[in-house]
């Protein structure tokens, strides 16, 4: 009998160390998690599904370095994961996947390592050196509700990083992790700006957190096509100011967080705040000003309301701001009327005074005013009609007698 219980445990314990043993070397799984955790010093690539003795709804590799391959002879990384069944993924679980390196150990990542991950849902890469993202290298996972790098550094993008990829909110039963998120955190961009257009492929994102990433340059198209994008972080980095038009597109923005900024204070630099009333953004942060020099420490909205803001004088009134006076429209219009008519009359008296100057003389003295005007030849002329008409009224008055040269006369 004993000898039949030592045989039966031994089975017992046999069965429990077998199916231990499936899983792979290097990993740790945690059951109340749904997660495996595997150390890439120990464990080798690649993952292969059919190893692990329970479904990897949340996969951590840790202390990684070197490649992310897509084939050999280092890859690929992952083996047989396209036919994962997820029926059974718990619901109050988001499906995610994070690659965390050994104290910032370099990484080179390849297109097409994630192959047959799409059943992934939120992937971070942590505190990695990263040499470059290259195009499409998130294709493979066809879309995320979470998408993080945090700390480290990333050297280049490729313009196409984020092509084939969709981020959006996605809703997850009995879980509150609706995100949609991007998000760049606590790494260094060391070219100090994202590549002109790498966000175009992303037209569903709502938020953007670019935090503490060394990005000193914000281009004026860079939300064009993110137009569903609700809220944005760009907290702790060099930059000194943001380009008007940056939000044109983003119509749905309701927040901007961004604290630790070394704000150029100027009337054209901080149109953001007029921008953010007039749209209903909710603006968080310290907005300090650190130049010009000699307002260094003010904060900005302060600054804005004392050298920027203009008080309007006119209120509700049509009109226009003259100094510390409201010249309304109707006192415009009545000055106008006015000044016409005085216009006209100045203009009628001058008229007038001229007119009145050249009539004067022939009217005082025609014979004088005549001879005046004219020429000196013209003059002997008028002289000689006049004898002329004088020699015929001597004749007249002798052939019609002395009656006909009172009535003459008369006339």
């Known amino acids: 009998m004993e000898l039949i219980m030592v045989i039966y445990i031994s089975l017992v314990i046999g069965l429990f160390t077998s199916s231990k043993a499936a899983d792979p070397v290097g990993c740790t799984y945690f059951s109340s998690e749904r997660k495996y955790e595997c150390s890439a010093r120990t464990c080798s690539f690649p993952l292969d599904l059919t190893t692990f003795d329970n479904v990897p709804q949340v996969l951590h590799i840790t202390d990684f370095s070197g490649e992310l391959a897509a084939s050999a002879p280092i890859g690929p990384t992952f083996s047989n994961f396209l036919s994962i069944v997820t029926s059974g993924f718990d619901t109050r679980i988001v499906p995610s996947l994070v690659v965390r390196c050994h104290a910032g ?20 890469i942590i505190d990695c050196n990263i040499y470059n993202i290259p195009d499409e ?16 550094a990333i050297h280049s993008f490729g313009f196409n990083s984020f092509t084939l990829l969709n981020i959006y909110a996605m809703s997850f039963e009995n879980s509150g992790d609706s995100l949609g998120t991007l998000s760049i955190r606590n790494c260094n961009v060391t070219d100090g700006k994202l590549p002109n257009g790498v966000l175009y492929s992303l037209p569903n994102v709502k938020n953007i957190v670019l935090e503490n990433t060394n990005i000193a340059t914000l281009q004026t198209d860079m939300f064009q096509v993110t137009t569903k994008i609700t809220s944005l972080t760009i907290s702790n980095n060099p930059l000194t100011s943001i380009p008007s038009g940056l939000f044109n597109e983003a119509a749905g923005l309701l927040s901007v967080e961004a604290n630790g900024i070394a704000w150029d204070c100027s009337c054209s630099s901080l149109w953001l ?5 007039a749209n ?17 420490g003010k904060r900005a909205e302060e600054y804005k309301t004392e050298y920027c803001t203009t008080v309007d004088i006119c209120g509700s009134v049509s009109g226009v701001a003259v100094g510390s006076y409201c010249l ?27 007119t009145r100057k050249e009539l004067s003389p022939m009217i005082e003295n025609p014979d004088k005013a005549d001879t005046k005007t004219k020429n000196p030849t013209a003059s002997k002329t008028f002289a000689a009609e006049q004898f002329n008409q004088k020699a015929e009224l001597t004749k007249m008055k002798k052939d019609d007698g002395q009656v006909f040269v009172q009535k003459w006369e008369g006339f």
């Open 105 to 124: 150990s370099s990484v080179i990542l390849t297109a097409g390592a994630l192959a047959g991950m799409n059943y992934i849902k939120d992937f971070r």
């Open 137 to 152: 290298m998130f294709a493979d996972l066809v879309e995320l509700n979470y998408l993080g790098i945090e700390g480290g």
């Open 273 to 277: 705040f007029d921008y953010a009333v």
């Open 280 to 296: 209903n953004i909710t603006l968080r942060g310290d907005f300090v000003c650190s130049s010009p020099a000699e307002q260094s």
């Open 328 to 354: 309304s429209a109707w006192s415009i219009s009545n000055s106008c009327v006015v000044l016409i008519s005085l216009t006209i009359s100045c203009v009628a008296l001058c008229l007038a005074i001229c």
